[in-house]
């Protein structure tokens, strides 16, 4: 619901406006219900005792085996009609007042203010796990993230000349966002008390692929011997949360400079505090440091295996109540500012273009956006404490820096043109910046149970200290050939890299349109309109494609893990051969595609 009131004073223009939005929600997500099981690597590597994960997986040997469960009800027994069933059923409600007044003190200049109140409320709390409040993680179930917010905001126009050819502006305000209301669902359906988690570490069941897809029912629900099992996950959001707070200052002038042509140039600042993000406050402080890469670690010294791994909950606080307690927070911090530059020209009367540049630099401690709470920590590299985001600037122990979608410079030429016999063709030409993106350890080497966030020591090749991490002393070969290919491990060798260092390559990319319009009766026309998506790219399929080294896959990974050496305190590693290795992604209209429409206009 929204409604406004428009009230116009002498040289003031009054609006007054209440908005009200109301949404519901029922989410049955349940993850990992059906189980999973992973298969590794055993014995040493170049040796006679070494069998690979896909062998271990063709001869159904699984090392781990993981799943979620309903929480068993008063029998003490799963799969039977009085299980839990992890439902969220909630709704949230929005309240926004506001006030503007765009005061006219002469017809050159208008002034506009403004002020907002928005009020969010979440009615639908979860119930308080009592086990979890007086356990030694002391946490509240029951938090539901509402808040108020009051922001107020101040622009301008001004037309210099007084001739309507030219304008400068600006603006700045304080702007709140939301957070994902999918990430309250995940807190209900995770107080502690309505999943539970099922960890066979090192002992997983042997698997019978035809029995689970005939009757789920026969899908594991305790380990192979000993096993970690029957932790639940928690998700809870902090008492203290609160929404993304962002001030925005902007400046822009527009300038006619020469007949048709027309000049504009932005400039934009924002700085972002209060946005939302996760800790797990299961996972131990720093128990020690890897000795060469001066790594924290999350598990005690004396808990370490010569094989790397850590045994499960070896690294919690509270290891056999609870597994990963997840909270949302809001200390996650950006900054980004853009200048942009633009001129547009017009022809004649049948032909336009425009072009348009703009250099953007988003800086951030987490890009996290989306949608499972565990999320937060597996894409956000870590250089050891996957808690510690760090304040801006702090790049080396922290997370700070590019934002995952930073694209610094981008171009763009687009141009129209009217031809005979009813038909319109027009294009576009961009050329942008690729995405940042992070070399990575294959394996859990802070201890926090993620395999897929840690960020890379990178070995200086010239260090011999650090050659002694290389399990296979003839990697250091591979390690030179990617130094050559990548400055970005040059800057940082003998460093845990920091995150987003590294940059994929500039994509040019071309789309056109032709259109066609003819009357087929009086006061009534068809359109017929063929798009062309990356035309360079349909006319030969190795041009203008669309690859780049993503944040989130395996060739991003420069080293594997391989074991732990208890003597000297430094993790062993191996180098990845399909490190740095593109491949084809996005949509496909990013790559070469073509549609074609037909419009009937009455």
């Known amino acids: 619901f929204i409604d406004n009131l428009h009230v116009s004073t002498g040289n003031h223009d009054l609006k007054f406006g209440v908005h009200f939005n109301s949404f519901s929600y029922l989410n049955f997500f349940f993850f990992n219900q059906f189980g999973e099981f992973e298969f590794e690597d055993t014995g040493t590597r170049g040796t006679p005792t070494f069998v690979s994960a896909l062998s271990n997986l063709e001869n159904q040997i699984g090392d781990d085996f993981s799943r979620n469960l309903p929480f068993p009800g008063p029998d003490g027994l799963f799969n039977t009609a009085d299980d839990v069933t992890p439902l969220a059923d909630y709704s949230t409600r929005e309240f926004g007042f506001y006030v503007q007044d765009t005061w006219h003190p002469s017809n050159q200049l208008s002034i506009t203010t403004g002020l907002r109140y928005d009020i969010t409320t979440l009615p639908d709390k979860a119930p308080l796990n009592d086990d979890l409040l007086n356990s030694q993680l002391a946490l509240r179930t029951d938090v539901a993230p509402g808040d108020k917010n009051l922001s107020p905001r101040v622009s301008f126009t001004y037309d210099p000349t007084g001739e309507g050819n030219a304008q400068i502006r600006g603006g700045v305000g304080l702007f709140f966002g939301r957070f994902p209301s999918v990430l309250y669902s995940n807190s209900l359906l995770n107080t502690g008390a309505n999943q539970v988690f099922l960890n066979c570490s090192n002992s997983a069941p042997f698997p019978d692929y035809a029995s689970y897809a005939a009757d789920p029912t026969t899908i594991p629900t305790e380990c192979a011997g000993s096993g970690f099992a029957f932790s639940p996950n928690v998700n ?8 993304p707070r962002t001030w925005k200052a902007s400046f822009g002038v527009d300038r006619e400079i020469g007949t048709g042509l027309t000049l504009s140039a932005d400039a934009l600042y924002s700085t972002t505090s209060q946005n939302f993000h996760v800790q797990n406050a299961n996972i131990r402080p720093e128990e020690f440091r890897s000795a060469v890469e001066d790594r924290p670690v999350s598990v005690p010294f004396d808990r370490m295996e010569d094989d790397g791994g850590f045994g499960f909950g070896r690294n919690l606080i509270e290891r056999f109540d609870f597994n990963q307690a997840l909270v949302h927070v809001s200390n996650a911090e950006a900054r980004s500012w853009q200048l942009s530059l633009g001129l547009n020209k017009r022809m004649t009367n049948w032909l336009s273009w425009q072009f348009g540049y703009t250099f953007n630099d988003a800086r951030d401690n987490s890009s996290y956006s989306c949608c499972i709470s565990s999320t937060a920590i597996f894409e956000t590299p870590t250089a050891g404490n996957s808690n510690e985001l760090g304040d801006p600037g702090d790049e080396r122990i922290g997370s700070w820096g590019p934002a995952d979608f930073n694209r610094t410079h981008t171009f763009v030429l687009s141009g129209i043109a009217d031809l005979p016999a009813g038909f319109q063709v027009s294009g576009i030409w961009r050329t942008y910046s690729g995405r940042p993106w992070t070399p990575m350890v294959d394996g859990d080497v802070n201890g926090d149970g993620n395999d897929d966030n840690d960020r890379a020591y990178i070995l200086d090749v ?12 003839g990697d250091a070969a591979v390690l030179q050939d990617f130094y ?20 994929n390559d500039f994509f040019t990319k071309l789309d056109m349109r032709l259109k066609w319009r003819g009357e087929i009766a009086s006061g009534q026309a068809i359109e017929i309109i063929v798009d062309a998506f990356n035309v360079l790219n349909l006319i030969n399929s190795d041009w203008s494609r669309k690859t780049e080294i993503s944040q989130f896959g395996s060739s991003r990974n420069l080293l594997e893990m391989e074991g732990f050496d208890t003597v000297t305190g430094n993790f062993l590693y191996s180098v990845n051969p399909s490190f740095g290795e593109e491949t084809a992604i996005g949509f496909r209209t990013t790559q070469g595609s073509a549609q074609v429409g037909v419009k009937i206009l009455f």
């Open 462 to 473: 010239n260090n011999p200290a650090d050659l002694a991490l290389l399990e296979d002393p």
């Open 484 to 503: 050559n290919q990548f400055s970005c491990l040059k800057e940082n060798a003998g460093m845990i890299i920091t995150r987003n260092a590294c940059s």
């Open 236 to 243: 809870v959001f902090a008492e203290d949360f609160e929404y």
